[in-house]
């Protein structure tokens, strides 16, 4: 089965630092790999993801990430954050035949005004 | 506005009791799937549900916790006789028919707390 690992529970950074996420996966086949992104008391709501293609992802809100295959891994970067994306961050597979998502246990980011 | 509703938001039950929680999919949607978010983890799957049939149910535990999808109406997730280990978050998503990591929507969730 797969896993997902979100090696950072906790990231505090100020307004305009630079984020990077790590995220790593076991699954030897072909995954689609996900962020989603939490907000205090409200749903998950995608950031961006990866299929297949270019392994450098775009996502909304001046996110991206990055899939390297031999590394099993898929960060997740934003050149200068804002207090707004204070947040919890998810990172997602989706392996083989299966249809549901197998997520990490998330980082909780603080970005400080 | 989500597009998939969760009802209730919250939802307190005394330890013995029955907690059902509610999950209409987005319109059009045909695939129901339920998440746990345990304090401090991640979503941990419990099932996947297709109108009126069962298609996994691998991260169900095996005993007091059913879910349904009937051909009317919304997806169920019942906890019968709960207890304080079933506090968490429990988030429903849907999907279409084709495609399933394409059309991931989430719920807002309930947020069950046994008392």
């Known amino acids: 089965a797969q896993s997902v690992s979100q090696h950072n529970h906790h990231v505090i950074l100020s307004e305009a630092a630079s984020l990077e996420l790590g995220c790593n996966y076991s699954y030897g086949g072909t995954v689609n790999l996900f962020w989603y992104v939490q907000y205090p008391g409200q749903h998950l709501q995608l950031l961006l993801k990866y299929f297949s293609g270019d392994p450098l992802v775009k996502g909304i809100k001046g996110f991206e990430a990055e899939f390297i295959k031999s590394k099993f891994s898929f960060n997740l970067r934003k050149p200068s954050v804002q207090w707004s994306d204070t947040a919890e961050y998810f990172c997602?597979?989706?392996?083989?035949?299966?249809?549901?998502?197998?997520f990490g246990s998330g980082t909780q980011l603080t970005v400080l005004p | 506005n989500a597009g998939v509703m969760q009802n209730p938001r919250h939802l307190v039950r005394r330890r013995g009791q029955e907690a059902r929680l509610r999950c209409s999919p987005v319109?059009?949607?045909?695939?129901v799937y339920w998440y746990r978010q345990l304090p401090e983890e991640g979503l941990k799957f419990m099932v996947y549900?297709?109108?009126?049939?069962?298609?996994?149910e691998s991260g169900m535990p095996k005993e007091r916790f059913s879910a349904e999808f009937p051909k009317e109406g919304p997806s169920i997730l019942r906890i019968q006789q709960v207890v304080r280990g079933d506090s968490a978050a429990y988030f429903c998503a849907s999907s279409p028919p084709t495609g399933a990591s394409y059309g991931y929507t989430f719920g807002s969730g309930t947020r069950l707390t046994v008392v």
């Open positions: 549900l297709q109108k009126e049939n069962i298609i996994d």
């Open positions: 997602a597979v989706n392996a083989g035949s299966a249809r549901q998502l197998t």
């Open positions: 319109k059009g949607h045909s695939h």
